[in-house]
């Protein structure tokens, strides 16, 4: 499996209309492209990938939270209202 990961804010104008046109919406310059070229019929491999990243990602912001001494209380906290702005709950009447 070959990857390429870079950033939006590096990408040439024109490799950008290109990743955009094929995405069907922008890119913001605060993002990550990852273009994985994979055998045919090969989801595993993606998904370990993916799984991989995502482990990643969970131990640096562990890592961040433990640096900054953020406790479980204050991140559960602003979880809640990132999910709360992003998509609000009915209130009932």
Not at 8 to 30: F, I, K, N
Not at 47 to 61: G, I, M, S, V, Y
Request: proline share 4%; charged share 25%; net charge neutral.
């Amino acid at each position: 499996m070959d990857t390429i990961t870079c950033n939006v804010d590096d990408l040439t104008a024109p490799d950008r209309q290109a990743l955009e046109h094929v995405l069907g919406r922008p890119l913001s310059a605060d993002q990550q492209v990852l273009i994985a070229v994979l055998p045919k019929g090969n989801d595993s491999l993606l998904k370990t990938a993916a799984r991989a990243r995502l482990l990643k990602t969970l131990q640096q912001t562990a890592d961040h939270a433990a640096t900054a001494r953020v406790s479980a209380t204050i991140a559960d906290a602003a979880v809640d209202e990132a999910m709360q702005a992003v998509r609000p709950r009915a209130t009932k009447s």
